[in-house]
């Protein structure tokens, strides 16, 4: 058994998930303030783990789990003050921007969305059994630095021989760098309360998106702004596969960068609808445990 010597301190806690990451980067940042003295801190033991070759341990959890990453995900982590953290201790300053409902100001975008102006980045495939999942929904994200008019944007989404579409057909305002949803309906009691800028398919409520693989485009007087593929595949439900925040942008179009997310934002549910995929790190990599023999 291996011991580590810890402040028994939230914070610490979560800041000591990458202490060895940080070894790895140089500089390696600083320790938060807090007393130095020896009788406040306190004992833990911590279980035995192989990890792969190259990858670095940041988080042991009481089941018997591990995450390990490779040294350069690590330092990309550290280095980028948002990756790796979870939602749940963000600040207010992490928070999702907020949807305008009113006219735009000097803010608003001068051109009109061109590709990569608007792109998908998290999916919750199936919340459920069956073909009455009302609670499925796509997360979209602006890349620009202005305020977007969504006006005229068109989705589509292979349906069998035909298509689900959504089309928005008055201005509804999106503020730089901020995210809305596709939904099978805007009814809170049905999709499971989602926040912020919901948008709902034609025909709502409705299973839109297949639970095995699908398509799904989003467009703007003809011009293609985004499409999402991913493949058949069995995946756990209740749970939203999400591109990392602290990815490079060019891992986005391979499905298998997407990871299952895990930050609950409802009972039973996890993902990070409306808000930035903090809770999940590029390059991650779960990895077995083995456990010494109680003494």
């Known amino acids: 058994m291996r011991r580590l010597m810890v402040r028994p301190s939230p914070l610490f806690v979560v800041v000591s998930a990458w202490l060895v990451a940080a ?15 020896a009788a406040t801190w306190g004992d833990v033991v911590l279980p035995d783990a192989w990890i792969p070759d190259g990858y670095l341990i940041t988080e042991l959890t009481a089941d018997g789990g591990a995450t390990a990453v490779t040294a350069a995900a690590a330092c990309e982590a550290i280095l980028a003050p948002d990756a790796g953290r979870d939602p749940g201790l963000a ?14 100001d000097a803010s608003a975008c001068a051109s009109p969305l061109a590709l990569g102006d608007l792109v998908f980045d998290e999916v919750m495939i199936a919340t459920e059994p069956g073909s009455d999942d009302r609670g499925q929904w796509l997360e979209v994200k602006s890349t620009r630095a202005c305020t977007i008019d969504l006006l005229g944007l068109h989705a589509t989404a292979l349906h069998g021989q035909s298509f689900r579409t959504l089309d928005v057909t008055v201005d509804t305002w999106l503020p730089a760098g901020a995210f809305f949803l596709i939904a099978d309906t805007t009814d809170p009691t049905e999709n499971n309360a989602l926040p912020g800028l919901v948008l709902a398919w034609a025909g709502s409520p409705a299973d839109a998106i297949h639970k095995t693989s699908d398509v799904i485009t989003l467009s703007v007087s003809g011009v293609t702004l985004d499409t999402l593929t991913y493949p058949d595949k069995t995946r756990p439900e209740a749970t939203s596969l999400a591109f990392p925040a602290g990815c490079a942008p060019g891992l986005r179009a391979a499905f298998a960068n997407w990871l299952p997310s895990t930050h609950s934002w409802a009972p039973g549910l996890y993902g990070t609808p409306g808000a930035p995929n903090t809770d999940v790190m590029c390059g991650a990599a779960k990895v077995a445990m083995c456990r010494a023999p109680r003494r």
Do not use: E, K, T, Y
Request: contains cysteine.
């Open 91 to 104: 600040g207010a300053a992490d928070a999702a921007p907020a949807f305008a409902d009113a006219s735009p």
């Open 23 to 37: 070894s790895a980067c140089n500089p390696v940042p600083a320790l938060p303030g807090g007393p130095s003295d």
